[in-house]
């Protein structure tokens, strides 16, 4: 006899298959996608359990493995396969900027990308984006990765690493754990210090973005270097 959850997990591939994922609710999106994970399990219930836990499928996401861990239903391979799973989704906003053309003329699909790749995670972290004379990417690297309210950031390394790049100019973004994206009096005097020490050498700071679960902020557009 088959296990009785075949039939709706079949079911559900068809409703996604004739409505799309936009559909969808929460928790019927992420039940597809444990499907893959637990192909023989009903996963109906750990959706909902996962969702009521975390929050949103990009909580789930993105929270640590220890802490996915604990969830009952999801052993170290199920949470390496979700890690993956995010993986990809970062990936995927990444390739979704044109390295080719101007990165500012792409600005909303760049933030979508900070969000998925810093959002919701659980610790600070300071990403540097490297720009040529065109304003194109040249590279995009996490510089610092620190603690729930913390990062060190060493400004004379940030310049350091655009000389090696030849960069012209900089993107600073860095998350808040907390998901409140207001910056602090430490960002805004690390920004002004690198800003500082970039102009003389012809390098200039286009923007610091401050990235939390509820938004973002930009402390060029708050006028604060």
Request: some cysteine; overall charge neutral; aromatic content about 6%.
């Amino acid at each position: 006899m088959k296990p009785h959850y075949l039939g709706h997990r079949e079911r559900a591939r068809e409703r996604f298959n004739t409505v799309g994922g936009e559909a969808l609710a929460d928790y019927e999106l992420l039940e597809l996608l444990l499907h893959i994970i637990l192909p023989q399990r009903d996963t109906k219930a750990l959706a909902k359990d996962l969702l009521a836990h975390f929050g949103s499928i990009s909580e789930v996401l993105g929270a640590s493995p220890r802490r996915l861990a604990a969830i009952k239903g999801l052993g170290d391979t199920s949470v390496t396969h979700l890690k993956v799973m995010q993986a990809v989704a970062q990936r995927y906003g990444r390739d979704q900027i044109d390295v080719e053309k101007p990165i500012l003329s792409s600005w909303s699909q760049l933030l979508d990308y900070c969000k998925s790749a810093m959002a919701y995670e659980n610790v600070e972290q300071f990403r540097i984006l490297f720009l040529d004379k065109k304003n194109r990417l040249i590279a995009d690297e996490v510089q610092q990765v620190g603690t729930v309210d913390h990062t060190p950031v060493y400004p004379r390394e940030v310049i350091r690493r655009s000389l090696e790049l030849s960069a012209s100019a900089l993107i600073l973004l860095h998350n808040h754990p907390s998901g409140d994206p207001t910056p602090s009096a430490a960002d805004v005097r690390m920004t002004r210090e690198i800003a500082d020490i970039a102009r003389p050498m012809g390098i200039i700071l286009h923007d610091h973005i401050v990235i939390g679960r509820d938004g973002h902020a930009s402390l060029k557009g708050l006028k604060l270097f």
